[in-house]
């Protein structure tokens, strides 16, 4: 709510005086484009200690997931992998159960994540990706990311050297 003694100051931000008359805008700090405009896809993976019981694995990844969705977050994607034995220990642990989840939300939601996942003692491993414009479309229309290749024309087999001359004696 706004309260202003002369609503004609020139000396307040234009903004500030359209926000009094119209209500409140929810912009991003940057460039003042709307939220909705603003929001990425990301994929974030974290491994959960796997000597947790079953509820307790999903109630760790519940809890991240609603942490997506208060924060303006749109779930895409929820997959658990399941449990997995490790290459090389982490945090003395030989297994981890594996959770991957896409989501669009505001690019705030990183750092809170990572916050997140700092703090749950439960949570051995994580990583948050952004996921830029080819991936997105290479998604949705299956190619490979990866281009192969460029083939290219075997070079032919050399032929054999001559042989030497004889020696003629």
């Excluded at 460039?31 to 896809?41: D, Q, T």
């Excluded at 290479?138 to 024309?153: D, F, H, N, W, Y």
């Amino acid at each position: 709510m706004c309260v202003l003694n002369n609503h004609n100051s020139p000396t307040l931000p234009l903004s500030f005086r359209e926000e009094c008359e119209q209500g409140p805008i929810i912009t991003s700090q940057s460039k003042g484009i709307p939220m909705a405009a603003k929001s990425k896809v990301y994929e974030t993976t974290f491994i959960i200690n796997a000597s947790l019981d079953d509820p307790q694995i999903d109630a760790v990844a519940e809890k991240v997931k609603d942490l997506i969705v208060k924060n303006g977050g749109e779930m895409m994607e929820f997959v658990k992998w399941g449990r997995k034995r490790f290459a090389y220990p982490i945090k003395k642990r030989n297994n981890g159960f594996y959770v991957v989840m896409e989501f669009r939300a505001p690019g705030d939601i990183v750092t809170k994540l990572e916050r997140h996942f700092h703090l749950d003692e439960n949570v051995l491993r994580f990583i948050v990706i952004g996921l830029d414009k080819v991936a997105l479309k290479s998604r949705l229309t299956g190619e490979s990311l990866i281009k192969p290749a460029m083939t290219s024309t075997p070079m032919p087999a050399e032929a054999p050297a001559a042989e030497a001359p004889a020696k003629s004696e």
